[in-house]
């Protein structure tokens, strides 16, 4: 019985080591964020310079929505993570 409690505490402290180790920092999305933005004007003014052309449009399907997965990511990622997190230790330590 000690031992599994042991392993509990050691798994608890690992599973916090992850989220500290995996967590993004605000200047690193601060830094993502920015390229973000840069990406997605550069792709604006390209789709409309190329506008004409139909088979551009039609990359829009695919664009938009990893163009916006990309920016869910940037700033819901530790939100998400620590979703997870509190999920995976309501598992381990009811």
Do not use: C
């Not at 000690?2 to 601060?30: A, G, N, P, V």
Request: glycine share 2%; net charge positive.
């Amino acid at each position: 019985m000690q031992e599994m409690e042991e392993y509990k505490k050691d798994l608890l402290k690992e599973i916090d080591d992850f989220s500290d180790q995996h967590r993004l920092t605000s200047e690193y999305r601060k830094r993502k964020l920015i390229m973000w933005i840069v990406r997605t004007g550069l792709s604006v003014v390209l789709y409309v310079i190329f506008w004409k052309y139909e088979w551009i449009r039609w990359t829009l399907i695919a664009y938009v929505p990893l163009s916006l997965f990309n920016l869910i990511m940037i700033l819901g990622f530790n939100n998400i993570l620590d979703k997870r997190v509190s999920k995976i230790r309501s598992r381990i330590d009811p």
